[in-house]
């Protein structure tokens, strides 16, 4: 049986099918169990879309599918039911991104650290630029994605969390807690990450950055303290081939050598040829700091891949200059003799 070789006519009459067993008489005939994650809609009707997907194979094989052997998301069951031009919506919202609490925790603040109503003008703004930064592209989101109600709910759960609310709380993940914190340690760093995203979406200068996109960087956007959409914005910078060029020369012509800011690590001197003239560029400045001003080169700095990773690793990011210190301390302190130099290093093209 060729999993997937099913048509728009094979996919209606299971529909039809459906219709008349009823939904739970044929979710136990053919031993399926309700959707979790997606739903097929059709003329206003909502179905488990991995049922209908392997029911469906019987029209041409002879036989259904067994939910064990296909999956009812992305790649298989969803993928062959949109193929054929019918409708498949999530059947509940994902988890919120960082880049969403820090959106939603800003108006909070804003608020005296209360939540807010679904009929707060702020709560209709908050969910419009909810809209804008599209967190999940559209076949990972319900109808009620990111909607009033939903982002209403969301600033009590950030609210109730806080230190000095003694009445009951409301729901409340892990990731709306350290952002809740985040906002009470740096306040002053979070509320600009807020606004530069919130203007940047408002006025269409921020792109977009679904999950799918992600790259080596996965790990560093999770904790970065500006939220992933202005991280990228942040690597962009230091990928940008001119700067870094620019940056070389200008290091090379002021006599200096292409050795890490932090740890002294030289390419060439420990690869050769192989590491002549290759050094990471770090733009020392947080974009939520300097915002969308042009880069200069004296907020860049060169330094080795793994203290890059190591900057870039969580909130707050260290400069390089403490990072020197972090490093030179550890040295002082006898828990190192040297700098050890690493066996392979953790070498990233500069993009």
């Known amino acids: 049986m060729a999993k997937g070789a099913i048509s728009r006519d094979d996919i209606l009459k299971t529909l039809e099918e459906c219709d008349d067993l009823g939904r739970d008489a044929f979710l136990d005939l053919y031993d399926y169990r309700e959707a979790s994650t997606y739903l097929l809609v059709h003329n206003g009707k909502e179905y488990d879309s991995k049922a209908i997907a392997g029911v469906a194979h019987k029209h041409q094989h002879g036989a259904p599918l067994t939910h064990k052997q296909l999956s009812g998301g992305l790649g298989q069951a969803v993928d062959w039911l949109k193929r054929e031009g019918f409708t498949v919506v999530a059947s509940r919202n994902p ?25 707060d003008p702020r709560i209709a703004d908050l969910s419009d630029l909810l809209q804008l930064l599209a967190a999940y592209p559209e076949e990972e989101r319900a109808a009620t994605y990111r909607n009033r109600n939903g982002a209403a709910r969301k600033t009590f759960d950030i609210a109730t969390h806080h230190p000095d609310y003694t009445k009951k709380r409301t729901n409340g993940g892990r990731l709306d807690r350290e952002v809740l914190q985040d906002f009470r340690d740096r306040p002053a760093e979070m509320a600009q990450a807020a606004h530069l995203l919130r203007e ?60 890490c800011e932090a740890c002294g690590f030289d390419f060439e001197a420990v690869y050769g040829e192989r590491g002549e003239g290759y050094i990471e560029c770090h733009h020392v400045v947080p974009l939520h700091e300097a915002g969308e001003g042009t880069t200069k080169l004296s907020d860049l700095a060169l330094i080795c891949s793994n203290c890059h990773r190591m900057i870039h690793r969580s909130a707050p990011w260290p400069t390089p200059a403490e990072l020197r210190a972090l490093v030179q301390r550890r040295v002082s302190e006898g828990e190192r003799r040297t700098v050890p130099i690493p066996r392979t290093a953790n070498v990233r093209s500069t993009r």
């Open 95 to 119: 988890k919120w991104t960082r880049d969403e609490l820090i959106l939603a925790c800003d108006v909070v603040v804003r608020n005296g650290w209360e939540g807010l109503s679904a009929e």
């Open 200 to 259: 940047g979406l408002k006025h269409g200068t921020l792109e977009p950055v679904l999950p799918e996109d992600d790259d080596d960087d996965a790990e560093d956007e999770a904790s970065a303290p500006e939220g992933r959409v202005l991280y990228r914005r942040h690597r962009t910078r230091e990928r940008n081939k001119g700067l870094r060029k620019k940056k070389i020369a200008a290091v090379l012509r002021a006599g200096g050598t292409l050795a």
